[in-house]
């Protein structure tokens, strides 16, 4: 069992950063790949990065790819996102999730707000 809390979101203008933090509870957090998502009203939770449970790979969507920077810290059961050259259309509620090799995200935190103005 995993619970995850995201923080670091708020009202940014456009070209600003901003970096998430998700906590994670469990002793197990090492062994899940993590991953952040975003849903803007009236749209779809989409895919944003994912980490594997090493860190050694990491994984974008395309719109974010150069920007955005996904890190995790085993020892602190944490990972981050750094969002950087921020864009209004990133704008969206941010959730972190876990899942274990193989499987499905299983666990969501409860999402964290990022508004980017023009």
């Known amino acids: 069992q995993v619970q995850l809390v995201e923080s670091g979101g708020g009202l940014v203008q456009a070209g600003g950063s901003l970096r998430l933090s998700c906590a994670a509870s469990g002793r197990t957090f090492s062994s899940y790949t993590m991953g952040w998502f975003r849903q803007a009203p009236g749209t779809e939770r989409n895919f944003v990065a994912a980490i594997t449970w090493s860190g050694g790979y990491t994984y974008y969507a395309d719109s974010v790819k150069g920007r955005f920077s996904i890190s995790r810290d085993n020892a602190k059961n944490t990972v981050y996102l750094q969002m950087n050259s921020l864009k209004p259309e990133d704008t969206a509620v941010y959730y972190c999730?876990?899942?274990?090799?193989?499987?499905?995200?299983?666990?969501w935190g409860q999402g964290t707000q990022v508004t980017v103005s023009s």
């Open positions: 999730a876990a899942r274990l090799a193989g499987g499905t995200y299983s666990y």
